[in-house]
């Protein structure tokens, strides 16, 4: 007979991490507090860029191209053959993986958040649309016709990380429902991006290649109804399909947003069973433990404990699930190096005394600058102005044009469609001066304004703001 099992349960044992040994205690766990914070991910982008600059401008920036143009070609026989650049297989396949995420999170909030309650959402889908298309026309009117006519896509698209981690320095001087609202503009500001790059920047387009991803996105489609929940055969579908999209001519990164899309987002136990469920699997395993020492004893309590995992894991959707472990990934190591390897950008005294006449410099950060906050206050108001939505509760037209300035805050998306628009550096690169410009312009003056607002009250106190400052009424057409 086995042994009786001790009535007080023994102390869970910590891993290394939470031990009290100097390198957890001084090193690991201050990085995993650092990695939880909502800017984190904002500064190391930051960081990137900055050695990026730097790096390009120091008397070693010739490594800096020759590193990012290394070519790397992967071939498999006859069938496939890739001949690309170090930076081609970063801006190509690792952001694939970056647009992903974001394909996860749009449909996240279409299901179950913010985009789901057709009238919440409203107002910033309309601002967003304001803010896509103001930029997009200030940017034609200094290119039209110019060799820099094909970059109006590049201060369309506001960036996530920067705009919500200027929010967050701000504390209590912005209303949550004016963080949902930028954030919530943003969302949709990156679909708009993505529908733009599909429908714009697509060049050559091969219908045979565009076939086989549309085949392999049926597969996905199919593995998902025969309740396939293995990530590796989804793994090589979304490798199929991405090289079918490469081959086709429509840019490769846009099979992770349709295989975002096709995550489910709902789980496949009902949460709200998970507690009856896991009591009776916990029973089970006490019952084997406690009885006889036999094999069937232990075969019944290992079944169980493999059933309790799959329950707590599967009690979580799968969009919950992949987006919570992608997310640091996508945060603290694709976004970054994507940083690292297109913000490096030569600056010296012609260049910059150039920018001021350069007509993609110039529609470009005021594309950003004056684009957005025009575009996004003035579509907001109009909205407002004819109920199609109201402002955001304790919400003042004062945020609302600190959060229109912070929309014009254009990096990841922005250097990603200047890569697409321009084959020729220097173009390339006045993009870059002008995304770079115009968004630390936008963010700095985003922030000073708001910091200038007075702090809000928690929900249900006093408001602390003055009567002036009220949001205005809406008033019927």
């Known amino acids: 007979m086995r042994a ?21 205690r001084a090193v690991v766990r201050p990085l995993q507090r650092f990695m939880a914070l909502e800017t984190a991910g904002g500064v190391v982008m930051l960081l990137a860029a900055v050695v990026a600059l730097v790096w390009a401008n120091s008397p070693f920036q010739s490594s800096y191209e020759r590193l990012w143009e290394t070519p790397l070609d ?9 001949e690309l650049s170090l930076r081609e297989w970063w801006n190509d396949a690792a952001m694939a993986i970056f647009f992903f995420v974001v394909g996860l999170e749009i449909k996240r909030e279409l299901v179950a958040g913010e985009l789901m309650d057709r009238r919440a959402a409203a107002l910033p889908a309309v601002a967003a649309m304001g803010g896509m298309v103001v930029p997009a026309l200030i940017y034609a009117a200094f290119n039209a016709g110019g060799p820099g006519s094909g970059g109006w896509g590049i201060p369309m698209a506001t960036d996530i990380a920067f705009a919500v981690g200027v929010l967050s320095l701000l504390g209590r001087r912005v209303p949550s429902g004016a963080k949902l609202f930028l954030l919530t503009l ?9 529908l733009v790059i ?6 050559d387009l091969s219908l045979g290649w565009l076939g086989v991803a549309l085949v392999a996105l049926a597969c996905a489609v ?19 399909c991405w090289y079918a999209l490469h081959e086709s001519g429509v840019h490769a990164t846009l099979a992770g947003v349709a295989l975002g899309f096709l995550t489910p987002a709902w789980s496949f136990y009902d949460p709200n069973l998970f507690a009856t469920r896991a009591q009776r699997l916990t029973q089970r395993i006490e019952h084997a433990l406690t009885g006889e020492d036999t094999v069937g004893d232990h075969q019944e309590s290992e079944a169980s404990l493999r059933d309790l995992v799959r329950l707590a894991s599967e009690s979580e959707s799968p969009l919950q699930r992949i987006e919570h472990r992608l997310s640091p990934w996508v945060s603290f190591l ?28 110039l529609g470009v950060a005021l594309g950003l600058l004056v684009g957005k906050t025009v575009g996004v ?9 004819f109920g199609v939505g109201r402002l955001p509760s304790r919400t003042t037209w004062r945020h609302m044009v600190g959060l229109a300035v912070c929309a014009g805050i254009g990096f990841t998306v922005a250097l990603f469609v200047a890569g697409l628009s321009f084959t020729d550096p220097e173009l390339a690169d006045s993009a870059k001066i002008g995304i770079l410009g115009g968004s630390l312009v936008a963010g700095v003056a985003g922030y000073l304004w708001l910091r200038a607002s007075p702090p809000v009250a928690e929900e249900g106190g006093s408001t602390g703001v003055a009567a002036e400052e009220q949001p205005l009424t809406p008033v019927g057409p």
């Not at 943003?186 to 991006?193: K, S, T």
């Not at 199919?222 to 199929?240: C, E, F, K, W």
């Not at 913000?343 to 350069?358: E, K, N, Y």
């Not at 206050?377 to 102005?385: D, E, K």
């Open 186 to 194: 943003a969302i949709v500001d990156d679909l708009g991006a993505i």
């Open 198 to 203: 599909a429908l714009f920047y697509t060049s």
């Open 4 to 24: 009786v099992l001790p009535t007080e349960d023994p102390p869970l044992r910590h891993s290394w991490s939470e031990s009290t040994r100097f390198v957890p």
């Open 334 to 361: 694709i976004v970054p190096v994507f940083a690292l390897a297109n913000a490096g950008v030569a600056l010296s005294g012609d260049s910059l005394g150039g920018a001021l006449g350069d007509r993609v410099v």
């Open 74 to 82: 992967v071939s498999l026989g006859s069938l496939v053959h890739l």
């Open 377 to 385: 206050f003035g579509a907001t108001w109009l909205a407002v102005r």
């Open 222 to 240: 199919v593995l998902r109804r025969l309740d396939v929940r293995s990530l590796l055969p989804y793994g090589l579908v979304a490798v199929a």
